[in-house]
């Protein structure tokens, strides 16, 4: 049971990764990360623009179908696509189960819904966490620039993470529980400049002259 219920856990998780290939494919910096326009629309080959068909929609599987390549013109399909669905897939499972074997719980109560209702909130906090570093990372590889949307989801599920655990979890030398105002502390220290690549080129903030110091 366990394990059935696992592997539907994972195949949901790819099925979010094959979302959020499109959510990081159409992202462009001057617009917002959630614009609803750029991100509707049928999936097509990037190569030959034909629209794909459902089974090859099918999330990571696909692409092993495929061997990397479109049904049509034959052009190689970017290993961006299956790497995010199965990292997205494997932080669906791996994280629920980590979480199980830190606080010592059983899998069988876990996928049998038999533990309290914060042990699953928590679970999905942090998996929200882990999908919204793989898109950050996929994103800041590619346009050197990581969205203001994601750093707020991140520091939303991080104080909702913390206020679950103070208010459910009793503190014992072998567990540390993080304050929610621990949490906002280390947000309010975030500054842009943390989030700047070195191998990136600086950001131009305005095309203005500034005009030279007169001579002394």
């Known amino acids: ?4 219920s696992g592997f539907l856990l994972f195949i949901f ?3 979010i990764g094959s979302f959020l290939n499109v959510l990081i494919l159409r992202y462009k910096p001057e617009r917002p ?4 326009r750029a991100l509707s629309g049928r999936s097509h080959c990037p190569a030959c623009g034909r629209t794909l068909s459902p089974a090859e929609l099918i999330p990571f599987f696909s692409f092993l179908f495929l061997r990397g ?3 049509s013109c034959r052009a190689r399909i970017s290993l961006q696509y299956p790497l995010v669905e199965l990292l997205t897939g494997l932080a669906f499972l791996g994280v629920p189960l980590f979480l199980n074997n830190f606080y010592g719980v059983s899998q069988e109560l876990f996928f049998s819904f038999a533990l309290a209702p914060w042990h699953y909130f928590l679970a999905g906090l942090w998996v929200f966490a882990f999908v919204c570093f ?3 990372t996929a994103i800041d590889l590619k346009h050197c620039i990581i969205p203001d949307e994601l750093v707020v989801m991140v520091g939303v599920a991080g104080a909702l993470a913390a206020w679950t655990l103070s208010a459910n979890v009793a503190a014992s030398p072998a567990m540390i529980t ?6 906002a502390t280390a947000i309010a220290r975030i500054t842009p400049s943390t989030f700047t690549s070195p191998s990136c ?5 305005s ?3 500034v005009p030279a110091a007169a001579p002394a």
């Open 134 to 136: 793989i898109a950050i």
């Open 178 to 183: 993080i304050r929610a105002s621990d949490v």
């Open 201 to 205: 080129p600086p950001r131009i903030t």
């Open 207 to 209: 095309r203005r002259a």
């Open 69 to 71: 390549k479109c049904g």
């Open 1 to 4: 049971m366990a394990a059935f």
């Open 33 to 36: 990360l959630f614009d609803w």
């Open 13 to 15: 998780g790819t099925a």
